[in-house]
């Protein structure tokens, strides 16, 4: 079985995928259009292919994650691949064990593909200087997670049809989220029009600068949006007193339909997940015909098959 | 080890340095001349010393070569005690040579933390037994670096501690800091403080803005460092104690110091070398040899440094040397450790600003010579009659790589690997005594 040959030739000549930046407008087009191909397999009855068949992927996350790892899981099985998946838990690094002595360990046991979460950003670049295969960042710290942009991007395109000139808005804890930033610079690439809503406790200092128009108001931050993305708000936050409370961060920056009103009448609510409902999102409108957070999942599956593959080709035969 | 010791010179024949370019930025000399050396201290100097004027010298001729006091480093990790992995006395000494600095303030936060009578006393005699340039210690002036109990400042000093210090952290009880700079005072003792409001910098890592937020790094913002200024400045007026600020690292700061110098306070300030030649930029794909306190802040906030720098409302430049090792290092970012080694490159690096024609060679050396020497009431950082014959001859053309493999310093942690620099140390003397010899 082959897919189709435009979307399997495009050109990809990066060994790792570290994050968004750094990648073109046309290795963005690339890859969610032959994400749309693995769309297709995996709503067939038989979903194997055999790209990836001999070769060995190691999911190493030093952070617990669920849909992230099953889904990169699913996608490597789906190719063939052999995945193994290591949880190296806090107390592993309480051993005294560094990172790059992690990263050492594994190389010696000749893994093809590494897909990699850490807590710290820079971590995946720093362990791709050390290993000879291909690294795919699964989120580090806050910096990027680009798989979950691109399939955020999968999501709209297949939606919307397109990306250029869509009005985004990206709501909530922006400080901390590798999701946001990797949106920002993917939709920017694709010409969309991003905003980013939170109360000033939230936002990156110079978040500006990335090009993004700034709200402290859900109100005015969601007029005319087509796309509403809410992101995670963590229990900490409070605690650390970044906001004060969980009812009035739902009142100001929690999506319900009075602010969902704001945006245009078909605008897609988009959620990374895991959600926590009655604090970023009101439990109806997650469950809403408007929200598209269970495709985001199964378009997650897909994407993360494209990259596999678009790393593939650059693994070497011998 | 073999090392020679600086401190017990025997009677030899003076030297004579002729045919040199002589600087002394305490008094502004700039004129070629020579300089005779008689046991451990300066016997004279002037144009009147040339070669065939002195009978009994040995005769070294400078070929015009800048020569000035040797450089007085106020902030040097020094590894001993506890974390002679990183550096040793001896080798942070032989680090120090190489870079023309002939007298080094140790930082009091080892293991243990030099907050002891017994620990400065250690300092003393180990440097006296292993160390090939001058060394003083700094004792911290909280127990234990704690900043909640004030240490035996009279005892300390009494005992040899030059200065007092909290290590790389700040004082955050203002009551304890007011205490400990009116206690200060009656001993005439200089309070040194780093600056960084621990509650601001808490999770910062970095400068805060735009380069942190693209790197998904939490920052410190400049602040951190301006509202811990201010409150120190505030308890100045309220006790008169002698206060330096230990590096700042950014505009605010500046503004900050220049107004509190304008009210007659007595307020100084250093800056690191880093500060003033690389910015936040540098890190680039998480660079960890980057990764400082205070942080490396924006251009225009190293632009200020420099100038102040030139106006001379920073006093001093310090290397902020810091040995780590890969342990240390090899790291996420946010993991790493803070610090980077500094005291080979300072000379060449600070030369960067005199050849860029940013801060004139007196005024560079002022900063790295007499105004230490001032702040710590030493003898030495000048060219004068019977002062310390402490000594650097700088070669201000040459050009040099720096290999991080071949600095003298145990740990290689260089944010200037691979830099190309204008200008070096070519002979440094201690006491007279001849310590480093680029030719060798």
């Known amino acids: ?318 | 080890m073999n090392a020679p010791t600086t401190k017990q010179r025997s009677t030899s024949r003076p030297i004579a340095l002729v045919n040199a370019r002589l600087i002394d930025p305490a008094s502004g000399l700039d004129q070629l001349g020579g300089l005779l050396i008689v046991e451990d201290r300066i016997a004279d100097l002037g144009r009147h010393i040339a070669a065939g004027s002195l009978r009994d010298a040995e005769v070294v001729d400078c070929g015009g070569r800048v020569l000035a006091p040797g450089i007085i480093d106020m902030m040097v990790s020094a590894g001993e005690p506890g974390l002679e992995h990183r550096e040793t006395l001896a080798t942070a000494s032989r680090a120090a040579a190489a870079g023309g600095v002939t007298t080094i303030v140790c930082m009091p936060n080892t293991e243990p933390v030099i907050d002891d009578v017994a620990l400065v006393d250690f300092i003393l005699r180990r440097a006296r037994d292993t160390a090939l340039v001058n060394i003083h210690p700094m004792a911290a002036m909280t127990k234990g670096l704690l900043g909640q109990e004030m240490t035996e400042i009279g005892l300390l000093r009494d005992a040899g501690a030059i200065a007092f210090n909290n290590g790389k952290t700040s004082v955050a009880n203002a009551k304890v800091m007011r205490n400990v700079l009116a206690y200060a005072k009656d001993f005439g003792a200089l309070i040194v403080h780093h600056l960084e409001d621990p509650t601001l910098g808490q999770d910062g890592v970095m400068n805060e803005g735009e380069v942190a937020t693209r790197l998904g790094l939490r920052g410190v913002p400049a602040a951190a460092e301006t509202i811990m200024l201010e409150r120190d400045i505030r308890l100045v007026e309220l006790t008169g104690g002698r206060y330096h600020a230990a590096q700042i690292s950014c505009r605010t700061s500046l503004d900050i110091i220049r107004t509190a110098k304008l009210m007659g306070l007595p307020v100084t300030c250093g800056v690191s070398i880093n500060h003033l030649t690389l910015n936040e930029n540098d890190i680039g794909p998480y660079r960890t040899f980057f990764k400082m306190k205070p942080p490396l802040r924006s251009e225009d906030d190293r632009r200020a440094m420099v100038e102040g720098v030139a106006s001379g409302d920073i006093d001093v430049i310090v290397s902020a040397h810091d040995p780590r090792g890969a342990e240390g290092k090899r790291r996420p970012f946010a993991e790493a450790a803070d610090g980077a080694v500094g005291l080979e490159t300072l000379l060449g690096a600070a030369l960067r600003l005199y050849h860029n024609g940013e801060v004139e060679l007196s005024r560079l050396l002022r900063a790295l010579t007499a105004n230490p020497a001032r702040l710590l009431t030493l003898n030495s950082g000048r060219l004068a009659k019977s002062a310390p014959a402490d000594l650097v001859l700088i070669e201000l053309n040459t050009p040099w790589v720096v290999e991080p493999e071949r600095l003298c310093s145990k740990s290689k942690n260089t944010p200037f690997d691979g830099a190309r620099l204008e200008g070096r140390a070519v002979l440094t003397l201690v006491a007279g005594r001849p310590v480093y010899n680029y030719a060798d």
Not at chain 1, 32 to 43: H, V, W
Not at chain 1, 109 to 116: F, S
Not at chain 1, 118 to 125: L, P
Not at chain 1, 135 to 162: C, F, M, W, Y
């Open chain 1, 1 to 318: 079985m082959s897919i189709a040959a435009e979307a399997s030739n495009f050109s990809f000549p990066h060994r790792h995928l570290l994050g968004i930046e750094g990648l073109s407008r046309a290795e963005i087009t690339g890859l969610l259009d032959l994400s749309e191909e693995a769309t297709k397999l995996s709503r067939q009855i038989d979903k194997k292919r055999d790209d990836l068949r001999g070769r060995t992927l190691i999911n190493l996350f030093f952070e617990a994650s669920t849909r992230t790892q099953s889904s990169f899981e699913l996608a490597g099985k789906r190719l063939g691949a052999d995945v193994m998946n290591m949880s190296v838990s806090n107390s592993s690094v309480q051993k005294g064990e560094t990172l790059i002595d992690t990263a050492v360990t594994l190389n010696a046991m000749r893994p093809d593909l590494l897909v990699v979460r850490h807590h710290a950003a820079g971590a995946v670049q720093l362990l791709s200087q050390k290993v000879d295969c291909s690294v795919i960042n699964a989120g580090d710290g806050s910096h990027e997670h680009p798989t979950q942009a691109l399939l955020d991007a999968l999501t709209i395109r297949r939606h919307k049809g397109h990306i250029e000139g869509l009005v985004v808005a990206i709501c909530g804890d922006i400080l901390h989220s590798r999701v946001a930033r990797s949106n920002i610079l993917l939709l920017n690439a694709l010409g969309a029009r991003v905003r980013v809503v939170a109360p000033s406790t939230l936002l990156a200092s110079g978040i500006e600068r990335l090009g993004v128009e700034v709200y402290t108001s859900m109100w005015e931050g969601l007029v005319d949006a087509d796309i509403v993305m809410m992101l995670r708000l963590q229990r900490e936050r409070m605690a650390s007193s970044l906001v004060p409370s969980q009812r009035e961060y739902f009142h100001f920056f929690g999506l319900d339909y009075e602010k969902l009103a704001r945006a245009k009448p078909d605008a897609l609510v988009m959620h990374p997940g895991p959600m926590n409902r009655g604090v970023e999102i009101d439990s109806n409108v997650a469950d809403d015909p408007q929200s598209v957070i269970r495709e985001q999942v199964e378009m997650g599956v897909a994407v993360r098959m494209a990259v596999l593959q678009a790393l593939a080709r650059h693994l070497p035969n011998q």
